[in-house]
């Protein structure tokens, strides 16, 4: 009998530690779920490595870095997560059992934190969970959409369609999402360079230039729009702690009215009625819409349960709630198309189309046009956007940077007249 540690989770989702005795590693993990723990850790006291080494998997050190509890940080990217989905899928097709497709990606994962979750679930699936109980276990990587779609492969014996299926739809949503990233980053980045260069113009050179007019000048009048340029940088140079630290409190109280339910929701609602950008956060959140509900319907999730899963995955909380609506009209006994046109959120043609699925009996092949059809929007809108926004930006950035340089050009044309 050898002495392990241990560290394992109960039913009412509480952490456990503790050490025991058993044979081997199987056994001691045994012994704990018939006790009814759900064991994560296992390490025998007198190697004292981890369970993940007793698999065969390469040992990880963290650094302290690693270890500290930032809020909000994935510990698995989505780039990868979408890659592990693939390769799983693609194993299980080949007809690899999951267990050994599972040892075999945790062995050629770099990712830390990915191959203790791949080394946990290993653990889990041999002390005879199922994988999407195992999945439950690590919900900071595995979201319920990943999770409620593995459960409905698993009751289907099509784990491997559902997880080809997860996988394309993490494809097309990272695409979506860096595409809308690339189409809202550019002009913000444009807008910080451009106040940076404005700001240190204000601050740097013009106030040379106020010196120099008033030994030329010897007192006479600028020009207005000269006047105007150097009042504002005095103002600046003199109150740019007491403007930062505006800025600073208008950005705090604005994060703590978005912590409000009130606040969030019109932030959410306003971010839809942005000009140029409204329509096209609108598209892509519909196509994310029609996509996961999609999925999970193909996948056998039940409509209700795919209608909370959706809104769970979501982005707006103006979205959410209108979908929460339809939620509860549906369990009442209503279509789907119904409540969703009544919401007054989503377009007449997406409206329709799901009208079509549900006379039809193709709700989930309607879901998936939608999708195709709205991401098509999508890339046709950021290019459209693109080929706008570039020019109107560069134009806005010369006639800043523009008027800075007449207004301290006008005085010097006045200088050489009263020299001549």
């Known amino acids: 009998m050898r002495h392990f540690n241990y560290i394992a989770i109960d039913q009412n989702g509480l952490t456990r530690a503790g050490h025991h005795e058993a044979g081997d590693v199987k056994s001691m993990v045994g012994l704990l779920r018939a006790q009814g723990l759900y064991p994560i850790k296992v390490t025998p006291v007198e190697v004292s490595i981890e369970s993940e080494v007793m698999l065969n998997l390469p040992s990880t050190t963290l650094a302290w870095w690693q270890e500290l509890p930032i809020p909000g940080r994935a510990s698995v990217p989505a780039k990868s997560l979408a890659i592990f989905t693939r390769q799983l899928a693609s194993l299980l097709r080949a007809g690899l059992p999951l267990l050994r497709s599972l040892e075999v990606l945790a062995r050629q994962e770099r990712d830390t934190h990915f191959r203790k979750a791949l080394a946990a679930l290993i653990v889990a699936l041999q002390s005879g969970g199922t994988f999407s109980e195992g999945l439950a276990l690590h919900p900071q990587i595995f979201d319920r959409l990943y999770i409620n779609m593995v459960k409905a492969g698993e009751a289907g014996a099509t784990l491997d369609v559902v997880l080809d299926r997860l996988a394309q739809f993490r494809e097309k949503s990272l695409r979506l999402k860096g595409q809308l990233s690339a189409a809202l980053m550019y002009p913000l980045l444009v807008l910080v360079v451009a106040g940076l260069i404005v700001c240190g113009l204000l601050i740097f050179v013009v106030p040379k230039f106020q010196q120099i007019f008033a030994d030329l000048l010897k007192g006479a009048p600028l020009p207005a729009l000269t006047q105007f340029i150097l009042t504002i940088s005095e103002w600046i140079k003199a109150h740019y702690l007491l403007g930062l630290g505006l800025c600073l409190a208008v950005s705090f109280a604005g994060m703590l009215y978005q912590r409000t339910s009130r606040g969030a929701r019109q932030l959410a609602r306003g971010v839809l009625k942005l000009p140029l950008f409204g329509e ?42 209108a979908i929460t609506t339809v939620h509860d009209r549906v369990k009442e006994g209503a279509t789907v198309a119904g409540p969703l046109a009544a919401t007054g959120v989503f377009p007449p043609m997406v409206i329709s189309m799901i009208e079509v699925g549900e006379e039809t009996g193709r709700l989930p092949e309607m879901l998936d046009q939608v999708g195709v059809i709205y991401e098509a929007d999508v890339d046709y809108a950021v290019a459209g956007l693109s080929s706008l926004v570039e020019p109107l930006l560069i134009l806005f950035l010369a006639l800043v940077v523009g008027t800075i340089v007449v207004a301290l050009f006008l005085p010097i044309v006045r200088i050489v007249q009263l020299l001549t």
């Open 280 to 321: 096209l956060l609108l598209k892509s959140i519909v196509a994310r819409f029609a996509r996961t509900l999609a999925t999970l319907l193909s996948s056998g999730v039940p409509i209700l349960s795919a209608l909370l899963i959706t809104r769970d995955t979501g982005d707006n909380l103006w979205i959410s709630t």
